[in-house]
Protein backbone atom coordinates (compact mmCIF):
# COMPACT_ATOMS: atom_id res chain seq x y z
CA UNK A 1 0.00 0.00 0.00
CA UNK A 2 1.34 3.52 -0.64
CA UNK A 3 0.30 6.75 1.95
CA UNK A 4 -3.14 7.42 0.19
CA UNK A 5 -4.05 3.35 0.03
CA UNK A 6 -3.49 3.36 3.37
CA UNK A 7 -5.40 6.44 4.15
CA UNK A 8 -8.58 5.17 2.60
CA UNK A 9 -8.72 1.48 4.35
CA UNK A 10 -7.86 3.48 7.42
CA UNK A 11 -10.30 5.74 7.68
CA UNK A 12 -13.12 3.61 7.89
CA UNK A 13 -11.55 2.13 11.20
CA UNK A 14 -10.73 5.13 12.75
CA UNK A 15 -13.41 7.59 11.60
CA UNK A 16 -15.73 7.31 14.01
CA UNK A 17 -13.43 7.81 16.45
CA UNK A 18 -12.24 10.80 15.13
CA UNK A 19 -15.35 12.54 14.29
CA UNK A 20 -16.95 11.89 17.42
CA UNK A 21 -14.78 14.57 19.15
CA UNK A 22 -15.83 17.39 16.68
CA UNK A 23 -19.55 16.37 15.93
CA UNK A 24 -18.92 15.00 12.43
CA UNK A 25 -20.52 12.27 10.69
CA UNK A 26 -19.29 10.75 7.48
CA UNK A 27 -20.98 11.55 4.22
CA UNK A 28 -23.54 8.89 2.27
CA UNK A 29 -20.73 8.43 -0.98
CA UNK A 30 -21.45 6.88 -4.50
CA UNK A 31 -19.42 4.13 -6.07
CA UNK A 32 -20.06 5.62 -9.18
CA UNK A 33 -21.05 8.79 -10.63
CA UNK A 34 -23.30 8.03 -14.23
CA UNK A 35 -25.66 11.23 -14.22
CA UNK A 36 -24.39 14.80 -15.36
CA UNK A 37 -24.04 17.93 -13.45
CA UNK A 38 -26.78 20.34 -13.73
CA UNK A 39 -26.02 23.62 -12.22
CA UNK A 40 -27.63 22.55 -8.75
CA UNK A 41 -25.56 19.52 -8.48
CA UNK A 42 -21.78 18.79 -7.82
CA UNK A 43 -20.07 15.62 -8.40
CA UNK A 44 -16.72 15.49 -6.55
CA UNK A 45 -14.06 12.37 -6.85
CA UNK A 46 -12.16 12.69 -3.52
CA UNK A 47 -9.80 10.49 -1.03
CA UNK A 48 -12.49 8.74 1.75
CA UNK A 49 -12.60 10.86 4.94
CA UNK A 50 -12.17 14.02 3.02
CA UNK A 51 -16.51 14.79 2.86
CA UNK A 52 -19.35 13.83 5.80
CA UNK A 53 -22.74 15.32 5.87
CA UNK A 54 -22.20 18.49 7.68
CA UNK A 55 -20.43 19.33 5.66
CA UNK A 56 -22.35 18.98 2.72
CA UNK A 57 -25.25 20.89 4.21
CA UNK A 58 -23.40 23.95 4.60
CA UNK A 59 -22.44 24.28 1.66
CA UNK A 60 -25.61 23.49 0.20
CA UNK A 61 -27.03 26.00 2.24
CA UNK A 62 -24.82 28.64 1.03
CA UNK A 63 -25.12 28.04 -2.43
CA UNK A 64 -28.13 26.08 -3.00
CA UNK A 65 -25.91 22.96 -4.53
CA UNK A 66 -26.26 19.50 -4.20
CA UNK A 67 -22.77 17.56 -3.37
CA UNK A 68 -22.26 13.74 -4.70
CA UNK A 69 -19.11 12.70 -3.65
CA UNK A 70 -17.10 9.50 -4.62
CA UNK A 71 -14.04 8.01 -3.49
CA UNK A 72 -11.38 6.55 -4.89
CA UNK A 73 -8.39 4.69 -2.88
CA UNK A 74 -5.27 5.56 -5.22
CA UNK A 75 -4.08 8.81 -7.70
CA UNK A 76 -2.75 5.93 -10.16
CA UNK A 77 -7.14 4.16 -9.83
CA UNK A 78 -8.29 7.75 -10.24
CA UNK A 79 -6.21 9.06 -13.13
CA UNK A 80 -7.34 5.48 -15.22
CA UNK A 81 -11.27 6.44 -14.06
CA UNK A 82 -10.96 9.39 -15.56
CA UNK A 83 -9.13 8.38 -18.71
CA UNK A 84 -11.65 5.81 -19.42
CA UNK A 85 -14.72 7.57 -19.12
CA UNK A 86 -13.49 10.55 -20.85
CA UNK A 87 -13.61 12.65 -17.26
CA UNK A 88 -16.98 11.25 -16.42
CA UNK A 89 -19.42 13.84 -14.41
CA UNK A 90 -16.89 15.37 -11.88
CA UNK A 91 -16.27 18.88 -11.71
CA UNK A 92 -13.70 19.19 -8.73
CA UNK A 93 -11.15 16.13 -8.16
CA UNK A 94 -8.64 15.60 -5.01
CA UNK A 95 -5.23 14.34 -6.72
CA UNK A 96 -1.82 14.70 -4.90
CA UNK A 97 0.70 16.92 -5.51
CA UNK A 98 2.86 14.52 -7.90
CA UNK A 99 -0.82 13.42 -9.52
CA UNK A 100 -1.44 17.40 -10.51
CA UNK A 101 1.99 17.84 -12.30
CA UNK A 102 1.09 14.30 -14.34
CA UNK A 103 -2.51 15.68 -14.86
CA UNK A 104 -1.92 19.08 -16.44
CA UNK A 105 0.78 17.38 -18.65
CA UNK A 106 -1.79 15.14 -20.25
CA UNK A 107 -3.99 18.05 -20.69
CA UNK A 108 -7.06 16.84 -17.92
CA UNK A 109 -7.17 20.63 -16.20
CA UNK A 110 -8.21 23.48 -16.51
CA UNK A 111 -6.30 26.40 -15.94
CA UNK A 112 -7.35 28.24 -13.24
CA UNK A 113 -9.39 31.42 -13.36
CA UNK A 114 -7.75 32.94 -10.46
CA UNK A 115 -10.21 36.11 -10.61
CA UNK A 116 -12.65 33.81 -9.27
CA UNK A 117 -10.86 31.92 -6.59
CA UNK A 118 -11.02 33.72 -3.32
CA UNK A 119 -8.25 33.35 -0.39
CA UNK A 120 -4.98 32.68 -2.61
CA UNK A 121 -3.69 34.88 -0.75
CA UNK A 122 -3.79 33.89 2.48
CA UNK A 123 -1.64 30.17 1.56
CA UNK A 124 1.82 30.34 3.63
CA UNK A 125 4.09 30.75 1.06
CA UNK A 126 5.63 27.67 0.44
CA UNK A 127 2.12 26.53 -0.83
CA UNK A 128 2.14 29.98 -3.19
CA UNK A 129 4.62 28.42 -5.63
CA UNK A 130 5.15 24.60 -5.48
CA UNK A 131 7.09 22.67 -7.88
CA UNK A 132 4.52 20.40 -8.79
CA UNK A 133 2.38 22.84 -9.89
CA UNK A 134 4.58 26.64 -9.93
CA UNK A 135 2.11 29.55 -9.61
CA UNK A 136 -1.18 27.29 -8.52
CA UNK A 137 -1.70 27.58 -12.09
CA UNK A 138 -3.70 24.06 -11.88
CA UNK A 139 -4.37 23.63 -8.15
CA UNK A 140 -5.61 24.67 -5.28
CA UNK A 141 -3.86 22.83 -1.75
CA UNK A 142 -6.01 21.66 0.74
CA UNK A 143 -3.88 19.54 3.20
CA UNK A 144 0.01 18.47 3.49
CA UNK A 145 1.68 16.76 5.80
CA UNK A 146 5.20 15.05 6.23
CA UNK A 147 7.24 11.97 6.19
CA UNK A 148 9.44 10.76 9.49
CA UNK A 149 10.40 8.63 12.54
CA UNK A 150 7.62 7.79 15.00
CA UNK A 151 9.64 6.05 18.21
CA UNK A 152 9.30 5.24 21.77
CA UNK A 153 11.14 7.57 23.97
CA UNK A 154 11.16 5.18 27.03
CA UNK A 155 12.75 2.44 25.55
CA UNK A 156 15.72 4.11 23.63
CA UNK A 157 18.60 5.50 24.94
CA UNK A 158 18.96 8.03 22.65
CA UNK A 159 16.13 9.58 20.70
CA UNK A 160 16.18 9.99 16.93
CA UNK A 161 17.08 13.49 15.12
CA UNK A 162 18.24 12.44 11.41
CA UNK A 163 17.53 9.65 9.18
CA UNK A 164 21.41 8.32 9.89
CA UNK A 165 19.93 7.57 13.48
CA UNK A 166 18.97 3.90 11.77
CA UNK A 167 22.33 3.11 10.87
CA UNK A 168 24.08 4.27 13.78
CA UNK A 169 21.87 2.36 16.30
CA UNK A 170 21.31 -0.57 14.16
CA UNK A 171 22.23 -2.96 16.32
CA UNK A 172 19.95 -1.36 19.15
CA UNK A 173 17.24 -1.06 16.55
CA UNK A 174 17.79 -4.60 14.89
CA UNK A 175 14.04 -6.17 14.16
CA UNK A 176 12.56 -3.58 15.79
CA UNK A 177 12.25 -0.80 13.13
CA UNK A 178 10.12 -0.64 9.58
CA UNK A 179 10.45 1.24 6.91
CA UNK A 180 7.45 2.13 4.47
CA UNK A 181 6.86 0.00 1.63
CA UNK A 182 6.69 2.73 -0.65
CA UNK A 183 10.42 3.28 -2.97
CA UNK A 184 10.34 6.57 -3.72
CA UNK A 185 10.01 7.45 -0.01
CA UNK A 186 12.93 4.91 1.58
CA UNK A 187 15.03 5.63 -1.36
CA UNK A 188 14.10 9.20 -1.00
CA UNK A 189 15.02 9.43 2.88
CA UNK A 190 18.15 7.55 2.51
CA UNK A 191 19.07 9.51 -0.81
CA UNK A 192 18.95 12.96 2.02
CA UNK A 193 20.94 11.05 4.43
CA UNK A 194 23.70 11.14 1.70
CA UNK A 195 22.91 14.78 0.95
CA UNK A 196 20.87 14.22 -2.31
CA UNK A 197 17.55 15.06 -3.09
CA UNK A 198 14.27 13.47 -2.59
CA UNK A 199 13.54 13.30 -5.90
CA UNK A 200 17.40 12.28 -7.76
CA UNK A 201 17.71 11.33 -11.23
CA UNK A 202 21.61 10.76 -11.07
CA UNK A 203 21.86 6.92 -11.22
CA UNK A 204 25.24 6.90 -8.85
CA UNK A 205 23.56 8.84 -6.71
CA UNK A 206 20.56 6.17 -6.96
CA UNK A 207 22.73 3.26 -6.59
CA UNK A 208 24.47 4.97 -3.47
CA UNK A 209 21.18 4.77 -1.74
CA UNK A 210 20.72 1.40 -2.47
CA UNK A 211 23.77 0.29 -1.20
CA UNK A 212 23.35 2.26 1.76
CA UNK A 213 20.06 0.18 2.71
CA UNK A 214 21.91 -2.82 1.86
CA UNK A 215 23.45 -2.57 4.97
CA UNK A 216 20.02 -1.76 6.89
CA UNK A 217 18.42 -4.48 5.24
CA UNK A 218 18.97 -7.12 8.07
CA UNK A 219 17.95 -4.59 11.14
CA UNK A 220 14.70 -3.72 9.25
CA UNK A 221 11.49 -5.97 10.51
CA UNK A 222 9.50 -5.16 7.92
CA UNK A 223 8.87 -2.29 4.73
CA UNK A 224 5.34 -1.82 5.46
CA UNK A 225 2.93 1.49 5.76
CA UNK A 226 0.42 0.25 8.11
CA UNK A 227 1.29 -2.77 10.40
CA UNK A 228 3.53 -0.69 12.50
CA UNK A 229 0.65 0.94 14.26
CA UNK A 230 -0.15 -2.12 16.45
CA UNK A 231 3.40 -3.25 16.72
CA UNK A 232 4.59 -0.13 17.93
CA UNK A 233 1.88 0.23 20.31
CA UNK A 234 2.28 -3.20 21.70
CA UNK A 235 6.11 -2.63 22.01
CA UNK A 236 7.57 -4.70 19.27
CA UNK A 237 8.29 -1.84 17.65
CA UNK A 238 10.75 1.05 18.74
CA UNK A 239 11.08 3.24 15.56
CA UNK A 240 8.72 3.08 12.71
CA UNK A 241 9.21 5.48 9.11
CA UNK A 242 5.41 6.95 9.25
CA UNK A 243 3.46 9.90 7.67
CA UNK A 244 2.51 12.69 10.15
CA UNK A 245 -0.73 12.36 9.98
CA UNK A 246 -0.76 8.71 11.42
CA UNK A 247 1.72 9.54 13.95
CA UNK A 248 -0.63 12.17 14.90
CA UNK A 249 -3.62 9.70 15.22
CA UNK A 250 -1.25 6.82 17.08
CA UNK A 251 0.54 8.94 19.42
CA UNK A 252 -2.75 9.95 21.99
CA UNK A 253 -2.58 5.75 22.32
CA UNK A 254 0.32 6.00 23.99
CA UNK A 255 1.98 9.07 25.86
CA UNK A 256 5.54 7.57 25.18
CA UNK A 257 5.64 8.09 21.30
CA UNK A 258 6.53 10.94 19.45
CA UNK A 259 7.27 11.76 15.82
CA UNK A 260 10.56 13.52 14.82
CA UNK A 261 11.05 15.08 11.05
CA UNK A 262 14.57 14.34 10.55
CA UNK A 263 16.73 17.39 10.50
CA UNK A 264 18.01 16.63 6.91
CA UNK A 265 15.07 16.63 5.32
CA UNK A 266 12.24 14.76 4.61
CA UNK A 267 8.89 14.36 2.09
CA UNK A 268 5.92 17.21 2.01
CA UNK A 269 2.96 15.32 0.98
CA UNK A 270 0.19 17.93 -0.76
CA UNK A 271 -3.36 16.85 -1.31
CA UNK A 272 -5.34 19.26 -3.68
CA UNK A 273 -8.35 20.58 -5.69
CA UNK A 274 -8.46 20.77 -9.88
CA UNK A 275 -11.11 21.35 -12.24
CA UNK A 276 -10.95 18.64 -14.63
CA UNK A 277 -11.37 19.97 -18.34
CA UNK A 278 -14.38 18.15 -18.92
CA UNK A 279 -16.05 19.40 -16.05
CA UNK A 280 -19.97 20.40 -16.49
CA UNK A 281 -19.91 22.55 -14.16
CA UNK A 282 -17.45 25.04 -13.87
CA UNK A 283 -19.42 27.37 -11.48
CA UNK A 284 -20.01 25.38 -8.81
CA UNK A 285 -15.94 24.01 -9.19
CA UNK A 286 -15.07 27.41 -7.77
CA UNK A 287 -18.01 27.86 -5.75
CA UNK A 288 -16.40 24.46 -3.54
CA UNK A 289 -12.86 25.96 -4.17
CA UNK A 290 -14.26 29.22 -2.11
CA UNK A 291 -15.62 26.94 0.50
CA UNK A 292 -12.76 24.72 1.01
CA UNK A 293 -10.56 27.81 1.36
CA UNK A 294 -12.58 29.12 3.78
CA UNK A 295 -10.45 29.67 7.36
CA UNK A 296 -13.17 27.91 9.59
CA UNK A 297 -13.68 24.91 6.90
CA UNK A 298 -10.14 24.66 6.41
CA UNK A 299 -9.52 24.83 9.93
CA UNK A 300 -12.21 22.14 10.97
CA UNK A 301 -11.02 20.10 8.33
CA UNK A 302 -7.09 20.31 10.20
CA UNK A 303 -8.70 18.93 13.60
CA UNK A 304 -10.57 16.08 11.87
CA UNK A 305 -8.26 14.51 9.70
CA UNK A 306 -5.27 15.33 11.56
CA UNK A 307 -3.63 16.89 8.20
CA UNK A 308 -2.09 20.43 8.45
CA UNK A 309 -3.52 23.33 7.08
CA UNK A 310 -1.59 25.12 4.39
CA UNK A 311 -3.78 28.19 5.00
CA UNK A 312 -2.62 31.05 7.41
CA UNK A 313 -5.87 31.95 8.46
CA UNK A 314 -7.57 28.41 9.28
CA UNK A 315 -4.14 28.19 11.19
CA UNK A 316 -4.69 31.06 13.14
CA UNK A 317 -8.14 29.63 14.01
CA UNK A 318 -7.15 26.37 15.45
CA UNK A 319 -6.23 26.01 19.25
CA UNK A 320 -2.94 26.56 20.30
CA UNK A 321 -2.51 22.79 21.13
CA UNK A 322 -2.39 22.01 17.84
CA UNK A 323 -0.82 24.91 16.76
CA UNK A 324 2.03 23.71 18.55
CA UNK A 325 1.76 20.06 18.10
CA UNK A 326 5.35 19.58 15.90
CA UNK A 327 4.27 16.36 14.59
CA UNK A 328 1.60 18.37 12.53
CA UNK A 329 3.30 21.61 11.76
CA UNK A 330 7.21 21.30 12.37
CA UNK A 331 9.50 23.57 12.41
CA UNK A 332 12.38 24.46 10.49
CA UNK A 333 15.66 23.65 9.67
CA UNK A 334 13.94 20.55 9.13
CA UNK A 335 10.40 21.72 7.24
CA UNK A 336 12.67 24.26 5.12
CA UNK A 337 14.90 21.06 3.31
CA UNK A 338 11.69 19.30 2.58
CA UNK A 339 10.55 18.26 -1.07
CA UNK A 340 7.21 17.10 -2.87
CA UNK A 341 7.49 13.76 -4.27
CA UNK A 342 7.87 14.49 -7.86
CA UNK A 343 7.79 12.43 -11.10
CA UNK A 344 11.50 11.63 -12.24
CA UNK A 345 10.58 9.97 -15.88
CA UNK A 346 10.65 6.29 -17.22
CA UNK A 347 13.58 4.92 -17.76
CA UNK A 348 14.66 6.19 -13.82
CA UNK A 349 11.24 5.09 -12.12
CA UNK A 350 12.59 1.61 -14.04
CA UNK A 351 15.63 2.06 -12.02
CA UNK A 352 14.46 2.87 -8.92
CA UNK A 353 12.17 0.13 -9.46
CA UNK A 354 14.80 -2.72 -9.63
CA UNK A 355 16.65 -1.75 -6.42
CA UNK A 356 13.68 -1.33 -4.90
CA UNK A 357 13.00 -5.27 -6.12
CA UNK A 358 16.42 -6.24 -5.18
CA UNK A 359 15.80 -4.80 -1.72
CA UNK A 360 12.93 -6.21 -0.57
CA UNK A 361 12.56 -9.55 -2.27
CA UNK A 362 16.29 -10.59 -0.57
Not at 78 to 88: D, E, I
Not at 150 to 179: F, V
Amino acid sequence: MDRRQFLQVSSAAFSGLALSGCGWTLASINTTATAQDSADELYLYTWAGYTDDDLLARFREETGIRVIADVFDSNEAMLARLQASGGGAYSIIYPSDYMVQKMAALGLLIELDKSQVVGLDQLFDRFQNPIYDPGNRYSVPLSWGTTGLIYNKAKLGEIPQDWDYLWEHQGELSKRMTLLNDVREVMGATLRSLGYSYNSTNPDEIEAAYDKLRVLKPAIASFTSDAWRNQILSGDLLVAMCYSSDANEAMPENEDLEYVLPLSGSSLFTDTLVIPRTAPNIAGAYAWINFMLQPDIAAQICERLSFATPIRSAFELLPPEIQDNVSLFPPDPGLGLCEGIAPVGDSISELYERYWTRLTSG
